[in-house]
């Protein structure tokens, strides 16, 4: 089981950029794909973005593609999404997520199992 701790968020505007952070314990960390979901006001919980353990391969949902990165620092037991030119619809919580080792994809909320508690991102016009 990995514990996993979100922080960064807070309220930008407009075109403002902002970098989460996810800090993980327990030593499973490093070999667990970290995933990055939002739930917006109203709406059910969407796929952001994930990278490898071995922090090569990426995935991004469009609508993020071209405006957040993700990466992590496995010394660190961290991933960041740096997110920039931020949009009121990109305002949501952030949650970050460690991968199920039996799932088979990497985009779905049941793909993950352990998630941190989010954070509020708000960007305001």
């Known amino acids: 089981q990995v514990q996993l701790v979100e922080s960064g968020g807070g309220s930008v505007q407009v075109g403002d950029s902002l970098t989460l952070s996810c800090e993980g314990s327990?030593?499973?960390?490093?070999?667990?794909?970290i995933g990055w979901f939002r739930q917006p006001p109203g709406r059910e919980r969407e796929f952001v973005a994930a990278i490898r353990p071995n922090a090569k391969i990426t995935d991004y949902a469009e609508y993020v593609k071209g405006r957040f990165t993700v990466s992590r620092d496995n010394a660190k037991n961290t991933v960041y999404l740096e997110m920039s030119s931020l949009k009121p619809d990109d305002t949501a919580v952030y949650y970050c997520?460690?991968?199920?080792?039996?799932?088979?994809?990497?985009?779905?909320?049941?793909?993950?199992?352990?998630w941190g508690q989010g954070t509020q991102v708000t960007v305001s016009s």
């Open positions: 327990g030593r499973s960390f490093s070999v667990r794909t």
């Open positions: 997520a460690a991968r199920s080792p039996q799932a088979m994809g990497r985009t779905r909320s049941y793909d993950y199992d352990d």
